[in-house]
């Protein structure tokens, strides 16, 4: 069992950056490859960035690559999103979350979600 608790969500202008954290509770944090989604209003959740167990595989959509990195800390049973360049179109609540591997993050056959955080971009 793996409980998510997103944080760092905020109102930045576009341009900005922001960092999101999310904290993982349970012993087996290190096991799981995590991501992040995103959902914008009126708009399906959509995949954002995933990263695998040690760190060492990242895969990001194509609307946030270069923009954002994902990273983790196994000792902090943590997972962070770093956002610059944000845009408007950024604007969503985002979601962390575990999966067995990076891909079936990919695919979002998600095995925990957190409860998300608001990212709000103004223009």
């Known amino acids: 069992q793996v409980q998510l608790v997103e944080s760092g969500g905020g109102l930045v202008q576009a341009g900005g950056s922001l960092r999101l954290s999310c904290a993982a509770s349970g012993r087996t944090f290190s096991s799981y490859a995590m991501g992040w989604f995103r959902q914008a209003p009126g708009k399906e959740r959509e995949f954002a960035a995933a990263?695998?167990?040690?760190?060492?595989?990242?895969h990001y959509a194509d609307s946030v690559k270069g923009r954002f990195t994902i990273s983790r800390d196994n000792a902090k049973n943590t997972v962070y999103l770093q956002m610059t360049s944000l845009k408007p179109e950024d604007t969503a609540v985002y979601y962390c979350a575990a999966a067995p591997s990076v891909r079936t993050v990919v695919f979002g056959t998600v095995g925990y979600w957190g409860q998300g955080t608001q990212v709000t971009v103004s223009s």
């Open positions: 990263i695998d167990w040690s760190g060492g595989s990242v």
